[in-house]
């Protein structure tokens, strides 16, 4: 770290036990575009792989669930909007049904 890095820290006022606690989970933390494409099966398999080769911090594992959250929280999202397609469709169909029912008689 760079003494002008240093500077703007202390001037900010961030305690060196935060600045640490941030470089520690930069160890673990995956960049954006991957948390975008990973399943959650895969954040798992990675968390499982970490813990089996190092020994981490409790920044490291909150780091860690915060990724998995972040991971599982985009799935349950997809999901709720497929499900919300469907029953928009179903329903639009539904409408088309009536509307030719009622056009017909």
């Given at each position: 770290m760079t003494?002008?890095?240093m500077k703007k820290k202390e001037e900010a006022g961030i305690p060196e036990s935060e600045d640490s606690d941030s470089e520690e989970r930069r160890f673990?933390?995956?960049p954006r575009e991957t948390l975008l494409v990973m399943t959650s099966a895969q954040?798992?398999?990675y968390i499982r792989y970490l813990r089996s080769?190092?020994?981490l911090s409790r920044g490291q594992v909150e780091?860690?669930?915060r990724q998995k959250r972040l991971v599982k929280n985009r799935e349950s999202a997809k999901i709720s909007r497929n499900k919300r397609e469907a029953l928009v469709s179903e329903l639009q169909e539904r409408r088309y049904q009536i509307t030719d029912k009622t056009c017909l008689t």
């Amino acid at each position: 770290m760079t003494e002008e890095e240093m500077k703007k820290k202390e001037e900010a006022g961030i305690p060196e036990s935060e600045d640490s606690d941030s470089e520690e989970r930069r160890f673990v933390r995956l960049p954006r575009e991957t948390l975008l494409v990973m399943t959650s099966a895969q954040i798992s398999q990675y968390i499982r792989y970490l813990r089996s080769k190092y020994t981490l911090s409790r920044g490291q594992v909150e780091e860690l669930r915060r990724q998995k959250r972040l991971v599982k929280n985009r799935e349950s999202a997809k999901i709720s909007r497929n499900k919300r397609e469907a029953l928009v469709s179903e329903l639009q169909e539904r409408r088309y049904q009536i509307t030719d029912k009622t056009c017909l008689t």
